[in-house]
Structures are given as structure tokens and as C-alpha cells.
């Protein structure tokens, strides 16, 4: 299946170093592969010993047109290490860096790469991306994706028996193998209690220091566990919005899954998260492809008024949105945001709408439809 930043990593290639990281299991690698049947090149991956050998001693082939480097953010001093390899490979040769955790937080090092690579997150397979790839409609892609989740294998599993077995081995792999990358075994397991308990706490700020006495750590010791399931791609966090971005990043963050089929809950969490992890995708769009700085957070107010989700660009607020599964009347919340931010769109995305239209300043979006035109 053709993903939708094969042309932009293609691209971005011709120019620079290109690191490509996103959730495991989300298609880098089938992506990488594509790109070597399609043009020649080498395959090694850090995590294979005879792979490993071959890094560490740089014995690659020179003349691979395309040289695919996977994993190697485990490697010590991995920054100085690929600043070398960049600086001094041929000049034909294409570079690609893949992984499954965020670079920027796996082994800091002060070595700089800047300026010589672009960095793209690839994402699990949105409604848009799923219309354009099958033929599907809109509403087809959305019960499909709510249904399996966005992952390819699931996505593209026959029957739901197979999306459930390959879940659960996914769930189970992540927090067992993964994890002990970031922290120590010991912790592993409330590191997995930890994750269990986020599932059925989708969409709700989170309160880390009572959650932090049902796991009998300190408060400090569950944001280290946060972190690390956000720098593994398990969980991305949403903050509130605020004009102030410090102030923003001190209040209750929401946690959403990558893997919508992870969500434990009725079908309106599920359906939110899937809104989140399009939103994301949409905003990192932008972000990576197209420069821009955009922003994905939600509102809420000392008296309790919340809106699920808010999106910005060079931190001015441009649109705000709520989900609903059938209630088209305005959430009243929306309502008194769209007036205290306006002229920001005001956009209720509702699953079950049969079309979209506008009510006074509030647009009601037939989820589809709105999920179908979000950037990616």
C-alpha cells in the first residue's frame, strides 16, 4: 500500500539526510523497502547483530544509492557517529534514518545534526488517506478505521479476529521490549500497570498524582513514565491551550492512544481518539511538509466549560472543535469559545451527521466529511 509521505520522503531525500520515525509497526520500514526495490540500495537495521556489525564498522556498500539506517538511535553517541557518515559518504548516496522513538529524546547527546537533515512522523492511516488509496468513501473509511484502527496490519487484516490477535501482541511487545530501552526492568511492569490504566482514560485530563498513589510511585516518577510512552509512540499528550505556553504545559495534559484500537470505552472515546490521532497527523503535516508551526491542544476553564480540541499556528488559535456521536446542537462550551476567540472557526464534528451545514457562528461537521479534508 503506497503511504501518503512516499513522495515526500522521495523528495526530501534529493536534498538532505531524511529521519523518518513514527510508532512501530506504523509502515516505515515497508516504506523503506519500497523506496530500495524502486531505486537499489541497502537495508540495515541496528536491532540485528550481523546488521549491527556492519554499522558499527561502517562495511555497507558505498555505491548502494540508497542507504537505510534503522534503529540506530540505540546506538551510543549515535549523533557525532551519523554526522560522520553524513559528511563523508558519496555524494550520490541517499541517507534515510528510521525509528521508533522520537530522536530527540533517546540518548541526548550535544553532538548537532542541524542542517543537514529534514524530519518527517510518519503516521497510522487516516479516513483521507484511506479514500485515496481504495476508493473508499469517507463514511466506509471511518467505520473501517474506528472498527480496526489505523495500523496496516489490522487495517488490512481479513476479518477482526486478526486485528485483535495482532493487537494484542502489539500491546503486549511494546511495553515488554520497547520500554526496557528508556528504563530499568524493574519498572517495567508499572510501566505496563501505567499504560492499562491510560486505555480506559482517553479524552479526561489527567490527575498524574493520584494516579500516582493507585501505582504507589511519586508524582515525578509517573511523568518519567508518561514521557517515555510518549517518546515511544505508545501515547501522544494534548496540553490545554493557553497564551502563555508555560503556564500551558504546568496544567492537566489529555492522553491519547496511537492505536484507536487500544481505547477501552464506549464508542464516543473511541471515536475521540480516532479525531485526535487525525488532528495530530494533520498538524505534524503541516509542521514537517510544510513548515509551519501549528499546534494541537484543547480548552478548559476554571469553572469547568471544555472543548476537546484546539488547533494553532504561530500560537493563535484557528480553530476549535468538539465531537459529538449524534447531538448536532451546539455544546455550549463551543458556543461561548466561538464567541471569546473569535473570528476562530468554531467546528462540531459529529459522526452520525448525514450532511454539514452552519448553525449561527457553529459549523456542524458530518465527521466524514471533516476528517476526509484535514491536511493528510
Known amino acids: 500500500m503506497k503511504r501518503y509521505l512516499d513522495d515526500r520522503v522521495q523528495a526530501d531525500l534529493a536534498h538532505k539526510m531524511v529521519f523518518l520515525t513514527g510508532p512501530r509497526q506504523v509502515g516505515k520500514t515497508t516504506l523503506s523497502r519500497q523506496l530500495i526495490a524502486q531505486q537499489g540500495g541497502q537495508y540495515l537495521n541496528y536491532d540485528v547483530p550481523t546488521d549491527r556489525a556492519l554499522i558499527i564498522h561502517q562495511?555497507?556498500?558505498?555505491?548502494?544509492?540508497?542507504?537505510?539506517?534503522?534503529?540506530?538511535?540505540?546506538?551510543?553517541?549515535?549523533?557525532?557517529?551519523?554526522?560522520?557518515?553524513?559528511?563523508?559518504?558519496?555524494?550520490?548516496?541517499?541517507?534515510?534514518?528510521?525509528?521508533?522513538?522520537?530522536?530527540?529524546?533517546?540518548?541526548?547527546?550535544?553532538?548537532?545534526?542541524?542542517?543537514?537533515?529534514?524530519?518527517?512522523?510518519?503516521?497510522?492511516?487516516?479516513?483521507?488517506?484511506?479514500?485515496?488509496?481504495?476508493?473508499?468513501?469517507?463514511?466506509?473509511?471511518?467505520?473501517?478505521?474506528?472498527?480496526?484502527?489505523?495500523?496496516?496490519?489490522?487495517?488490512l487484516a481479513t476479518d477482526n479476529e486478526q486485528a485483535e490477535r495482532w493487537r494484542r501482541q502489539y500491546?503486549?511487545?511494546?511495553?515488554?521490549?520497547?520500554?526496557?530501552?528508556?528504563?530499568?526492568?524493574?519498572?517495567?511492569?508499572?510501566?505496563?500497570?501505567?499504560?492499562?490504566?491510560?486505555r480506559s482514560r482517553v479524552g479526561s485530563p489527567l490527575s498524574l498524582a493520584s494516579m500516582a498513589r493507585d501505582l504507589a510511585v511519586s508524582p515525578v516518577t509517573l511523568k518519567k513514565y508518561l514521557d517515555i510512552l510518549e517518546a515511544l509512540y505508545i501515547v501522544f499528550v494534548v496540553r490545554?491551550?493557553?497564551?502563555?505556553?508555560?503556564r500551558s504545559v504546568l496544567q492537566s495534559p489529555k492522553v491519547y492512544f496511537y492505536d484507536t484500537g487500544l481505547v477501552e470505552g464506549d464508542d464516543g472515546l473511541r471515536f475521540e481518539n480516532l479525531v485526535a490521532t487525525a488532528l495530530l497527523k494533520h498538524v505534524q503535516w503541516q509542521h514537517d511538509v510544510q513548515g509551519k508551526?501549528?499546534?494541537?491542544?484543547?480548552?478548559?476553564?476554571?469553572?469547568?466549560?471544555?472543548?476537546?480540541?484546539?488547533?494553532?499556528?504561530?500560537?493563535?488559535?484557528?480553530?476549535?472543535?468538539?465531537?459529538?456521536?449524534?447531538?448536532?446542537?451546539?455544546?455550549?462550551?463551543?458556543?461561548?469559545?466561538?464567541?471569546?476567540k473569535a473570528p476562530v472557526q468554531a467546528v462540531q464534528v459529529v459522526r452520525n451527521a448525514r450532511h454539514s451545514y452552519t448553525l449561527g457562528n457553529i459549523q456542524i461537521a458530518a465527521a466524514p466529511d471533516y476528517l476526509n479534508g484535514l491536511a493528510a
Open 59 to 155: 562495511r555497507w556498500n558505498p555505491q548502494a544509492p540508497l542507504l537505510v539506517l534503522d534503529e540506530i538511535h540505540k546506538m551510543p553517541d549515535w549523533k557525532a557517529w551519523l554526522k560522520g557518515v553524513y559528511d563523508g559518504k558519496p555524494d550520490a548516496q541517499q541517507l534515510l534514518v528510521t525509528g521508533s522513538a522520537r530522536m530527540d529524546t533517546f540518548r541526548q547527546s550535544g553532538e548537532s545534526l542541524a542542517g543537514r537533515f529534514f524530519g518527517l512522523r510518519l503516521h497510522p492511516i487516516s479516513v483521507r488517506e484511506w479514500c485515496e488509496q481504495t476508493g473508499s468513501t469517507p463514511d466506509a473509511a471511518l467505520t473501517h478505521l474506528l472498527e480496526r484502527g489505523g495500523f496496516p496490519e489490522p487495517c
Open 171 to 198: 500491546f503486549d511487545g511494546l511495553v515488554r521490549n520497547d520500554v526496557l530501552e528508556f528504563s530499568r526492568i524493574q519498572e517495567v511492569n508499572a510501566i505496563r500497570l501505567f499504560a492499562q490504566m491510560l
Open 240 to 246: 490545554p491551550w493557553h497564551d502563555n505556553i508555560a
Open 293 to 340: 508551526e501549528a499546534g494541537l491542544h484543547y480548552i478548559r476553564t476554571k469553572d469547568g466549560a471544555e472543548v476537546d480540541f484546539a488547533l494553532s499556528e504561530k500560537n493563535q488559535l484557528t480553530q476549535l472543535v468538539e465531537c459529538k456521536l449524534s447531538d448536532e446542537k451546539p455544546h455550549r462550551a463551543l458556543q461561548r469559545f466561538a464567541l471569546e
